[in-house]
């Protein structure tokens, strides 16, 4: 599920996007080296560090170290990277690197679901679809709850995942948001919860009776 972002914008950061990620690449390998030796995994961890703060202009590095076929270690790094850059940064990424992040986090979820994945993973995509959606949905992003039954509907553990990212976010804004989001836009969401909660309980019960017709 490479994430799929205009040629023209790729051209123009692909040196240094190739030199960053070997970087980062490299010091991974040293923070979990057994043999390296303690100015070493500092050094790399503080440039791992200094990597992360360049997520929002890098996403397609970061997306890439994600994929499928990746080290564990690496996959980690770079969907917690995201995931934080989002929560932290979501203001730094600029109209188009929003609109990239929308694409990006649904094309991760559709990608998981086919496979059997790491439960890392499972719960980074997740979440990722939730921290995009608390700060684009419902005004930039109208059309996610069809999306992501669209998504669900390929298989039940599609469904489980697309469930699961909604409920992260009716859990966000309700026992969680307060410290995070202005009540306004908390407010916003849960509107917006509502008036997808009848298409979300169909789409839930769906998904249920699909689950319990395969066992």
Same mark, same amino acid.
């Given at each position: ?36 030796? *303690? ?8 440039? @791992? ?68 994945? *790491? ?6 995509? +997740? ?36 469930? +699961?990212?909604?409920? +992260? ?11 995070? @989001? *202005? ?9 917006? @919860?509502?008036?997808?909660? *009848?298409? @979300? ?15």
């Amino acid at each position: 599920f490479a994430l799929r972002i205009p040629a023209r914008r790729v051209a123009t950061a692909a040196a240094g996007a190739r030199e960053g990620m070997d970087g980062v690449l490299e010091a991974l390998q040293v923070v979990h080296a057994p043999a390296s030796r *303690p100015e070493e995994r500092a050094a790399a961890t503080a440039l @791992l560090e200094e990597a992360k703060a360049g997520v929002c202009g890098n996403l397609r590095g970061f997306a890439n170290l994600a994929g499928p076929g990746r080290a564990a270690v690496e996959r980690h790094f770079a969907l917690h990277a995201i995931v934080t850059a989002v929560r932290h940064h979501w203001a730094a990424f600029g109209d188009a690197g929003q609109d990239d992040l929308r694409a990006y986090s649904l094309q991760l979820l559709e990608g998981v679901g086919a496979r059997q994945e *790491p439960s890392f993973v499972d719960a980074a995509a +997740t979440r990722l679809v939730c921290e995009v959606a608390k700060r684009a949905w419902p005004q930039r992003w109208p059309d996610l709850s069809g999306r992501l039954r669209a998504v669900g509907g390929a298989s039940p553990r599609h469904a489980a995942l697309a469930l +699961t990212a909604v409920a +992260t976010l009716a859990d966000d804004v309700r026992e969680y948001a307060a410290d995070e @989001l *202005p009540e306004r836009r908390r407010a916003e969401l849960w509107r917006g @919860l509502e008036a997808e909660g *009848p298409a @979300l309980c169909a789409f839930a019960q769906q998904g249920a009776a699909h689950a319990l017709s395969e066992t």
